[in-house]
């Protein structure tokens, strides 16, 4: 596939890599309107150019890859910002995304699949690279159920309790939906007033509800 029509801007403090960047764009049929230096020359070109894709960098001298990724993807939301570096730490990576780029490849990456991330965030998709998506995917995975650090008081099974409380659920729906008898519903119902410090029902509900549980859809 080509990459032809697409106008790119590219962003970096390293000639060489720069002017190897432009040759290998080029070379695959993309437009390179315009090369910046550092993170305020890339929002003025981009602002003065328009290009489809910025190819940014993250650190350089004289101004960030980040902040210019915000100011770019404010102004102007139809350009998509694809990072390039050799930085893979997650405070980086984390930033950039909440920044507003749309790609985010190591300059190790190959041509094909530099090439490939250009149409990709020209077209308005997402795309990272295999090590920065495994970042990303084990962030996510790792992140604690927000529900159960709300009570690590509970157990498993009194957090599945209060959760239908919270619903609204009578103990006889509670115990037809976790297959309990309601004398064992009643006792687990007792301890989580007991372990929230809550007087009766309605008060354990409005604790459940703030804390995110409830949500029935």
């Known amino acids: 596939m080509s990459t032809e029509a697409i106008r790119v801007l590219i962003t970096d403090d390293h000639p060489v890599f720069r002017k190897g960047l432009r040759d290998l764009l080029q070379a695959l049929g993309a437009d390179v309107v ?36 915000r100011t770019i993807t404010r102004t102007s939301p139809r350009i998509g910002v694809l990072v390039l570096t050799m930085f893979r730490d997650d405070d980086s990576v984390f930033a950039v995304m909440r920044a507003g780029a749309r790609g985010y490849l190591l300059k190790e990456s190959g041509a094909e699949e530099i090439a490939r991330a250009v149409r990709a965030v020209a077209a308005g998709e997402a795309i990272y690279g295999p090590e920065i998506a495994r970042r990303v995917l084990a962030y996510f995975t790792d992140m604690p159920d927000p529900r159960q650090a709300a009570f690590p008081q509970l157990t498993e099974r009194e957090r599945e309790v209060l959760e239908l409380i919270a619903q609204g659920r009578s103990n006889a729906e509670i115990a037809a939906t ?26 354990a509900i409005v604790m459940a509800r703030e804390a995110g549980l409830g949500d029935r859809g």
């Open 34 to 69: 315009g090369e910046a230096e550092n993170g305020p020359e890339a929002v003025r070109l981009a602002a003065e150019l328009q290009p489809d894709v910025v190819v940014m960098d993250l650190h350089m001298p004289g101004g960030n890859g980040i902040e210019a990724t």
């Open 178 to 203: 976790l297959f309990l008898s309601q004398k064992t519903v009643r006792n687990h119902v007792s301890n989580i007033f007991m372990k929230l410090h809550v007087a009766d029902r309605a008060q």
